[in-house]
């Protein structure tokens, strides 16, 4: 069967440089099958564009004999699209480190453009093929955010994942309020590792080093725990977090990201990657206006306000503020509510989560009801999901 975007031309991105590289880009600029998105001699300076920029192919030119692995290595942080090396000449170790390398062809210029052509799309055709494999068995990005601390994020991140693990889903946990990260504690597990480990950990991503580094709890979920030392929370970048997510999104149903409440790097590369975001707000005023600038901020960033799903927090509480008072200050709906109850506290100092400890009890059975619409997508769930309008007073 043909996909449909075989008929869309084959977006080509150049990095390096090599003799005859610049004849090869010019004759497959006119080529009708291609597009030339740009090119760049240093790899750090295309890095946006590898990056964010759809590419189905890099060709990555070089004078050398050897294999040019730390350019390599430098496209890969940025992207997992397939890479062509275009060389000047062969000898050295070129072919034989390329072959042990995840390089799609290595092609030695002059070339006749027709087979240069050809191997370009052979690459991007197998690309689009292991694509449409994953694209299959991709599990939800569920992000908990809130843009102010006590809100209840890691309480609800928490008792969320263990209750969609006890659903039968499989569940990641990932812990990316990164300096003060306590997901691990309120599950009451001591990990050996956490996500620190996991960045430094030499090499790329993939499935069978992500179970390396994850802690299991005795309800079936997966935890990747926040970094021990909040020092160590610059390590985690946004290029890890992209690649951490897209190999989370192969194994798992479902990945609960818990949050700290500001928009740095590593959340706007969580964010590029939500199916469902969690915005909790509370029954007080500074809350409502912190909820207000980050719808703002959403908006700004583009994010899809069909992903929104409005969580109300100890929506029960009497304190002078109701859900509909919530509704009207923010021109939302609030799509779920969760009462205030103080075994959420007392489970969280006795480590279980209160889903575990107490099925039975009004939380537990709000969280079990948010777990079921979590992992339905918003197109599925009859009523659109209101659209954001933002009044500025
Ligand atoms: N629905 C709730 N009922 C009772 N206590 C709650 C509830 N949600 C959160 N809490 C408590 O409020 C405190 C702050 O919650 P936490 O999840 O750590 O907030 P955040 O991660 O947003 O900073 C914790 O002690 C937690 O147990
Ligand atoms: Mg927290």
């Known amino acids: 069967m043909t996909e449909n975007n075989e008929t869309q031309p084959t977006r080509l991105y150049f990095t390096g440089d090599c003799d005859g590289l610049v004849d090869l880009r010019e004759s497959l600029t006119s080529h009708p099958d291609l597009e030339v998105v740009g090119w760049s001699d240093?790899?750090?300076?295309?890095?946006?564009?590898?990056?964010?920029g759809h590419l189905d192919c890099v060709l990555?030119?070089?004078?050398?004999?050897?294999?040019?692995?730390?350019?390599?290595?430098?496209?890969?942080?940025?992207?997992?699209?397939?890479?062509?090396?275009?060389?000047?000449?062969?000898?050295?170790?070129?072919?034989?480190?390329?072959?042990?390398?995840?390089?799609?062809?290595?092609?030695v210029l002059p070339q006749l453009v027709d087979n240069v052509v050809?191997?370009?799309?052979?690459?991007?055709?197998?690309?689009?093929?292991?694509?449409?494999?994953?694209?299959?068995?991709?599990?939800?990005?569920i992000t908990v955010f809130s843009p102010k601390g006590g809100t209840g994020k890691t309480a609800i991140a928490s008792n969320l994942a263990a209750a969609l693990a006890k659903q039968g889903r499989k569940t990641l946990l990932l812990d990316l309020d990164l300096q003060f990260g306590d997901a691990a504690i309120v599950m009451g597990v001591e990990p050996e590792k956490t996500i620190y480990d996991l960045v430094l950990a030499p090499g790329?991503?993939?499935?069978?080093?992500?179970?390396?580094?994850?802690?299991?709890?005795?309800?079936?979920?997966d935890i990747l725990p926040a970094p021990l030392r909040p020092e160590d929370a610059e390590l985690v970048t946004e290029s890890k977090i992209t690649?951490?997510?897209?190999?989370?999104?192969?194994?798992?149903?479902?990945?609960?990201?818990?949050?700290?409440?500001?928009?740095?790097?590593?959340?706007?590369?969580?964010?590029?990657?939500?199916?469902?975001?969690?915005?909790?707000?509370?029954?007080?005023?500074?809350?409502?206006?912190?909820?207000?600038?980050?719808?703002?901020?959403?908006?700004?960033l583009s994010f899809p306000s069909r992903r929104i799903r409005y969580?109300?927090?100890?929506?029960?509480?009497k304190v002078g503020l109701n859900s509909r008072e919530v509704e009207a200050a923010l021109k939302v709906t609030v799509h779920s509510t969760i009462p205030s109850d103080r075994i959420v506290p007392i489970s969280v100092n006795r480590g279980t989560p209160a889903v575990l400890s107490e099925p039975g009890s009004e939380f537990a059975k709000a969280l079990n009801e948010l777990a079921k619409a979590v992992m339905t997508p918003a197109e599925k769930?009859?009523?659109?999901?209101?659209?954001?309008?933002?009044?500025?007073?």
């Not at 240093?42 to 964010?52: F, K, M, R, S």
């Not at 069978?208 to 299991?216: C, F, P, Q, V």
């Not at 928009?263 to 912190?290: I, Q, S, W, Y």
């Open 204 to 221: 790329e991503l993939d499935i069978e080093k992500l179970a390396g580094y994850t802690t299991k709890h005795q309800c079936g979920l």
């Open 118 to 141: 050809f191997a370009i799309r052979k690459a991007a055709h197998a690309k689009r093929q292991v694509t449409t494999v994953a694209r299959h068995q991709q599990g939800r990005v």
């Open 381 to 393: 769930q009859g009523k659109p999901r209101k659209r954001l309008s933002l009044a500025r007073s």
């Open 311 to 317: 969580v109300l927090n100890r929506a029960n509480s």
């Open 60 to 107: 990555h030119g070089t004078r050398s004999e050897t294999f040019p692995a730390t350019e390599i290595a430098a496209i890969r942080e940025q992207t997992r699209t397939p890479i062509i090396v275009v060389a000047s000449a062969t000898g050295g170790s070129l072919l034989d480190e390329a072959l042990n390398a995840d390089i799609a062809d290595v092609l």
């Open 243 to 300: 690649r951490l997510l897209e190999v989370a999104r192969q194994c798992y149903d479902a990945i609960v990201v818990d949050t700290s409440p500001f928009f740095h790097g590593p959340m706007l590369a969580t964010l590029d990657r939500t199916d469902e975001l969690l915005v909790l707000c509370g029954l007080d005023v500074p809350t409502l206006k912190n909820v207000r600038l980050a719808l703002q901020t959403l908006e700004l």
């Open 42 to 52: 240093h790899v750090a300076q295309a890095a946006g564009v590898l990056a964010g």
